[in-house]
């Protein structure tokens, strides 16, 4: 058997996608005065559609611009933690644990450990102006929200 | 007469001090991110709504138009000075203008892009001018089924326009619309595709998708390519100043791609990138040095910059007239307004005409700072270019996070946020284009309501999409958009065996 190209696999995924899509619309309850479309009628025609789609995409031969280039070979020599890829999972953990702690350490505290800690990640060396750099964005970015703006930012653990 | 008393109207209301201040913060603020390698103006536009809650809507849109015309600026300077466009609009200015910066002319390509920028932007806001209410007029007798044909073939020329697989275009448009009616149906109350969890009775709010298909994933891809650590050297300035002969050669370029701009940028799907790619194309034919252009060519910066930013001003002709972006960035621009609370369309010339003359006018002024302001400003600006790149990347993702935030209060928003990053890293990865999903999730709910609402009128008879002429025609221009990639493949199979 052939391996799948990248289109393929996408086609197949996408085709799960519609096919639960179609389930999920065949039990929008309907509308207890009859309408000549009730609420499930738009989606369905979506999941059929995206059905057909992901059909045509199963055939569709990927061109140069449907896969993904080749990543730096130097870049993908550096330790597993500095390499392509794991900058990106890095970078989306971190956003996901900041996203959690917001609310109970507050917006001052964990945008300033955001900024700081992916730069320095990223490569910057230069720390007292990252920390600089953080410290005064994210002062900016508060003082205007709630101040100038009147937008409430949770305060975390500081008095502020 | 009437127009001139209108925009008299709209001066008085773009003229009042904090409007002028909206002016130029956005052309500013559009010109620093357009600037920066990859933000384009879609990524400026939805980094920049949360700072419209709570404005007046004239304010909100003035300053929103100046961030997408300044976007659209801005992004030549990247292109010019890096040959790193910012914004796919300016990728035609990188043809000549990154030449001419290493023939250390940078200056000069500069100020050509600035003067080009500001006489495609202000004569199309003449064309605006005149084009909007005529068609706002014929808009007013557009009943629900015209409207969904419209929306149709809006997304269709988007979808067949870009440059990207057709069936992926579609699938980006059909999956856009998927999350666009997400949550409760307004007509039944009846709550769809919400899993069980009242995070998503409301839907999704469509900056959360916008700042993660565009501005987050950007950052992904960026730190995937290297970005992270990597500068890159860019050309030095020199001066600004243009001979008379270098004025006299770029006059005419700048008026012709001017008006094919505003034209391009009017139809829906087109816009600044293709209205910019026709102008050089077209300057390129026309001209006696055509075989000069990619080596430093002026014509060949004066071109595409004037068509780009003349496309910029036509795109907003079917938002403000028909209510229906042509765009991803108008459609930005449309949720925007609806966050705000205006709905645009062929009513609001009457009902608003504070916003629709406001912004009209606003464009005149914003013109002349981007001119004005940026051109001496540009050697200063530029440093922003120098800023080390990690520092950099970690501050959009903290104004993307605090945007969706500052918005939602909702931490289940920025998990979202966040999944809609990784989305758009995939479809940038695998070829899928992104202007087509934001577009639909902007139109999707619309397009249904006008669905529906045409059944009702015709009690279930789908014929009344074919029936009334205005939607029929809508339909045969949507199905032959479809076909325009078949023929192109076509003409190149044959052109190919000749």
Redesign the interface.
Known sequence: MTRLN?NQV?ALL?ALLAVG?LA?AWQ??S?PLP?????DL??KV?GF??LG??V??FL?K??A????EA??PE?QQQPLLLR??S??VV??IS??V???L??PVG?VLT?VG???????????R?HWI?LA??VG??LA?YLT?TRV?????PTGVLPI | MEALNNLMYGFSIALEPINLFYVFAGVFAGTVIGMLPGLGPISALALMIPLTFGMEPSSGLILMAGVYYGAIFGGSTSSILLNAPGVAGTVATSFDGYPMAKQGMAGKALAIAAYASFIGGTVSIIFLMMVAPLLGRVAVSFGPAEYFSLMVLGLTAVVSLSDKSLVKGLIAAVVGVMISIMGIDLQTGTERFTFGTVHLLDGIEFLVVALGIFALAEVFYMLLKGGGGKEQPRNAIGSLKLSKSEVKDIAAPIGRSSILGFFTGVLPGAGATIGSFLGYSMEKRLAKDGDTFGKGNIKGVAAPESANNAACTGSFVPLLTLGVPGSGSTAVLLGALLVMGVSPGPAMLVDRPDVFWGVVASMYLGNIFLLVLNLPLIPLIAKILDMPRPLLLSLILIFCMIGVYGMSFSVFDLLLLLGFGLLGLGMRLFGFPAAPLILALILGAIMEESMRRALQISGGDWSIFIDKPISMWLLIIAALSLMLPLVKQAIKLAKARS
Do not use: C, H
């Not at chain 1, 309408?35 to 609420?39: A, E, L, Q």
């Not at chain 1, 955001?114 to 910057?124: D, H, R, S």
């Open positions: 990248s996408i996408l899509y999920m929008i309850p509308f309408r000549p479309i009730d609420s738009f989606p979506l559609t995206l789609l992901s045509l995409l569709e990927p061109k611009q449907d896969v993904p990543l730096d870049e392509p890829w900058r990106v970078t989306a956003l996901a900041y996203a959690v917001l609310v917006f945008s955001l900024v700081f800690g992916l730069a320095a990640y990223y490569g910057y230069r990252n750099t953080a964005v994210v970015l929200m703006m009147g937008v409430y930012l």
